[in-house]
């Protein structure tokens, strides 16, 4: 008896592989518009096409687990993970000053989509299915790029019917470019791979962001150190002949401020855009807290009430503008040790895997959480979600699938 029902289970396993679910066409749709998620926000009245997607998502992924798997394939490797979104998410209860604004909005949906994404088993075709997405998103960047070219010296701003904050939109894409070498590595589809890591990288240096150009440096570098054998050397040679192009085109297409943005000197005399005195302000702030606020921090969005650092000339107070000492003030060393054995349990995961896109993807949500609160990005589900179900899909076996 128990033999066939271990018989039945297998086989239903073995047709589960191949489907395609109503909640990864979903997905597939956020995943596409993910690079210009900001400048779709007022499309249409009340929530935006990105937080309706996502609530749409979660519902119809809800009623999959409850209704069609009806048990959870949660991997005890990713306690942590769980560890530190229940944490983050309880912390709200001692922030004296806390509101269910859009900051703690986009956690609570980054929460539930990292949730139902990491409880559910995905096909192979649900992760072609996103593989296209990724593509399609690149293509979206490029004609909303067209669409808002900046005049000789002005930094890329893009607008569809909102603004979009150039680094937002150059951190975004640069993740993507994880899946592009990939591919390059795995001698698939090469000329359309290039084009799309050449499209990435003139955005990024149109846009000005040094996060983005941080975050796509770091991804690049992850992956050259994977290369291995004599393609090592070519592949480090043709890129460095790519970026030299890159460079030159840049130079005369866009004009030597933008790239002056990129130097030394800059970073230097503007202080990384402002963010070395934030970054300040909020490590004094860590230090001059009493033991319980050192250990479990001010609560979920509590940043700007505790901190309260304003600029010259501005009126609010601002965002800490760095993941990790985020974490410090609104966790305490309870909430930077979780997000930190977070990562960890997510690396561990993906390398155990050999599944190097999610290696890369973590790489580059690291690299853009330096200089932006990424923990409400959107990119942070997606980095989760690439380090968790993602597969090989170059030969398409079941037991290759997760």
Same mark, same amino acid.
């Given at each position: 008896m128990a033999e066939q029902v271990l018989k039945k289970e297998k086989l239903l396993l073995n047709a589960d592989k191949w489907q395609v679910r109503p909640s990864s066409w979903i997905l597939a749709v956020y995943i596409a518009l993910m690079p210009v998620s900001t400048a779709l926000a007022d499309l249409f009245a009340g929530p935006s096409v990105m937080t309706l997607f996502a609530g749409i998502y979660i519902m119809v992924s809800l009623c999959e687990v409850v209704f069609i798997y009806r048990r959870l394939e949660a991997d005890i490797g990713l306690i942590p993970v769980y560890a530190y979104f229940l944490f983050t998410m309880a912390s709200c209860l001692w922030n004296e000053y806390f509101d269910a604004d859009w900051y703690f909005g986009q956690f609570a949906i980054t929460t539930a989509i990292v949730f139902c994404i990491t409880v559910k088993r995905v096909s192979v075709k649900e992760i072609k299915l996103f593989k296209l997405a990724m593509y399609i998103s690149i293509l979206i960047a490029v004609i909303s790029t067209l669409m808002n070219? $900046?005049? $000789?010296?002005?930094?890329? /701003?893009?607008? +569809?019917?909102?603004?979009?904050?150039? %680094?937002?939109?150059?951190?975004?894409?640069?993740?993507? !470019?994880?899946?592009? =070498? @990939?591919?390059?590595? %795995?001698?698939?589809?090469? +000329?359309? %791979? !290039? =084009?799309?890591?050449?499209?990435?990288?003139?955005?990024?240096? /149109?846009?000005?962001?040094?996060?983005?150009?941080?975050?796509?440096?770091? +991804?690049? /570098? @992850?992956?050259?150190? %994977?290369?291995?054998?004599?393609?090592?050397?070519? +592949?480090?040679?043709?890129?460095?002949?790519? @970026?030299a192009i890159v460079l030159f085109c840049a130079e005369n297409g866009i004009g030597p401020k933008i790239l002056y943005r990129f130097s030394i000197t800059r970073l230097i005399?503007? #202080?990384?855009?402002?963010?070395? $005195?934030?970054?300040?302000?909020?490590?004094?702030?860590?230090?001059?807290?009493?033991?319980?606020? @050192?250990?479990?921090?001010? #609560?979920?969005?509590?940043?700007?009430?505790? !901190?309260r650092y304003v600029a010259i000339g501005h009126d609010d107070p601002y965002i800490a503008h760095n993941m990790f000492i985020n974490a410090l003030l609104e966790g305490g060393l309870v909430g930077l040790g979780l997000i930190v054995s977070c990562f960890a349990a997510l690396y561990r995961y993906a390398a155990k895997h050999k599944n190097l896109f999610g290696i890369l993807a973590l790489t580059g949500f690291i690299a853009e959480g330096l200089t932006l609160d990424a923990q409400v990005y959107r990119t942070f589900a997606f980095a989760v979600a690439m380090a968790v179900i993602w597969r090989e899909t170059s030969k398409e076996k079941p037991e290759n699938v997760r």
């Amino acid at each position: 008896m128990a033999e066939q029902v271990l018989k039945k289970e297998k086989l239903l396993l073995n047709a589960d592989k191949w489907q395609v679910r109503p909640s990864s066409w979903i997905l597939a749709v956020y995943i596409a518009l993910m690079p210009v998620s900001t400048a779709l926000a007022d499309l249409f009245a009340g929530p935006s096409v990105m937080t309706l997607f996502a609530g749409i998502y979660i519902m119809v992924s809800l009623c999959e687990v409850v209704f069609i798997y009806r048990r959870l394939e949660a991997d005890i490797g990713l306690i942590p993970v769980y560890a530190y979104f229940l944490f983050t998410m309880a912390s709200c209860l001692w922030n004296e000053y806390f509101d269910a604004d859009w900051y703690f909005g986009q956690f609570a949906i980054t929460t539930a989509i990292v949730f139902c994404i990491t409880v559910k088993r995905v096909s192979v075709k649900e992760i072609k299915l996103f593989k296209l997405a990724m593509y399609i998103s690149i293509l979206i960047a490029v004609i909303s790029t067209l669409m808002n070219l $900046p005049k $000789p010296g002005k930094r890329l /701003m893009i607008w +569809i019917t909102s603004y979009m904050d150039p %680094n937002d939109f150059a951190c975004g894409l640069a993740i993507v !470019v994880s899946l592009f =070498l @990939v591919e390059l590595m %795995n001698k698939k589809r090469i +000329i359309l %791979n !290039v =084009l799309c890591v050449a499209a990435v990288g003139i955005i990024v240096l /149109m846009s000005g962001s040094r996060g983005g150009l941080l975050t796509m440096g770091c +991804i690049v /570098m @992850v992956w050259l150190f %994977n290369l291995k054998g004599p393609i090592r050397m070519k +592949i480090l040679l043709a890129l460095i002949a790519f @970026v030299a192009i890159v460079l030159f085109c840049a130079e005369n297409g866009i004009g030597p401020k933008i790239l002056y943005r990129f130097s030394i000197t800059r970073l230097i005399s503007d #202080g990384g855009g402002g963010r070395m $005195p934030i970054w300040k302000a909020g490590i004094e702030k860590f230090l001059t807290s009493d033991p319980l606020h @050192v250990i479990f921090g001010y #609560g979920h969005g509590s940043y700007t009430t505790s !901190v309260r650092y304003v600029a010259i000339g501005h009126d609010d107070p601002y965002i800490a503008h760095n993941m990790f000492i985020n974490a410090l003030l609104e966790g305490g060393l309870v909430g930077l040790g979780l997000i930190v054995s977070c990562f960890a349990a997510l690396y561990r995961y993906a390398a155990k895997h050999k599944n190097l896109f999610g290696i890369l993807a973590l790489t580059g949500f690291i690299a853009e959480g330096l200089t932006l609160d990424a923990q409400v990005y959107r990119t942070f589900a997606f980095a989760v979600a690439m380090a968790v179900i993602w597969r090989e899909t170059s030969k398409e076996k079941p037991e290759n699938v997760r």
